[in-house]
Nanobody, 125 residues
């Protein structure tokens, strides 16, 4: 079992930055691909960014490419999402997810093995 706990969300003005963190339990963190998803009111859940277990390969959805960076520290069992130049349309609940396969995270609909509870990001205009 893997438990995921997100933190770092909040209210920020447009153009600002936030860094989301997701702390994972367990001793096999490095074996999991990790992803950040978001769900905005009235919209479908979407994958924002994902990273392989070794941190070598990353994926970003087009709308955040160049503004967000996903990274991980396997020694700390933590994955991060640095979000810069935030826009009101980035407002959503952000969820951390883990799966053995990056392909699972990128599937639509995605059904990763583990989900966090989410952290709210609100960007004011």
């Amino acid at each position: 079992q893997v438990q995921l706990v997100e933190s770092g969300g909040g209210l920020v003005q447009a153009g600002g930055s936030l860094r989301l963190s997701c702390a994972a339990s367990g001793r096999t963190f490095s074996s999991y691909a990790m992803g950040w998803f978001r769900r905005a009111p009235g919209k479908e859940r979407e994958l924002v960014a994902a990273i392989t277990g070794n941190g070598i390969f990353t994926y970003y959805t087009n709308s955040v490419e160049g503004r967000c960076t996903i990274s991980r520290d396997n020694a700390k069992n933590t994955v991060y999402l640095q979000m810069n130049s935030l826009k009101p349309e980035d407002t959503a609940m952000y969820y951390c997810a883990a799966d053995n396969s990056l392909l699972v995270l990128r599937s639509v609909p995605a059904a990763p093995a583990y989900w966090g509870q989410g952290t709210q990001v609100t960007v004011s205009s």
